[in-house]
Nanobody, 122 residues
Framework: QLQLIESGGGLVQARGSLRLSCAAS????????VGWFRRAPGKDREFVAS????????YSADSETGRFTISRDNAKNTVYLQMNLLKPEDTAVYYC???????????????WGRGTQVTISS
């Protein structure tokens, strides 16, 4: 089993920044693809970003603006999501997930954290 714990959420004003962390334990973290997802109120869970096991390859749903950046430190068993220029519509519960295939699909990730709340005020 792989346990994932998110942290770093909170309440920030629009145009502010947050860095979320996803700490892993229980298995060899460096073998997993890790993704960030979010669920806004009244909406389905959606893909935010993913990173390959080595960290060399990343993909972000927001790649055009570059507001969100995913990174990882396998020595610390931690993946990060740096979020800049936040908007009220970024308000959601943010989840990290781990799997074996680098995709945007929710069902391809085997392990999930419980999420961390991010609230952006206007």
């Amino acid at each position: 089993q792989l346990q994932l714990i998110e942290s770093g959420g909170g309440l920030v004003q629009a145009r502010g920044s947050l860095r979320l962390s996803c700490a892993a334990s229980g298995r060899t973290f460096s073998m997993f693809v890790v993704g960030w997802f979010r669920r806004a109120p009244g909406k389905d869970r959606e893909f935010v970003a993913s990173i390959s096991p080595s960290g060399e390859s990343t993909y972000s749903a927001d790649s055009e603006t570059g507001r969100f950046t995913i990174s990882r430190d396998n020595a610390k068993n931690t993946v990060y999501l740096q979020m800049n220029l936040l908007k009220p519509e970024d308000t959601a519960v943010y989840y990290c997930a781990a799997g074996y295939i680098s995709t945007t699909g929710i069902n391809t990730y085997s392990y999930w954290g419980r999420g961390t709340q991010v609230t952006i005020s206007s």
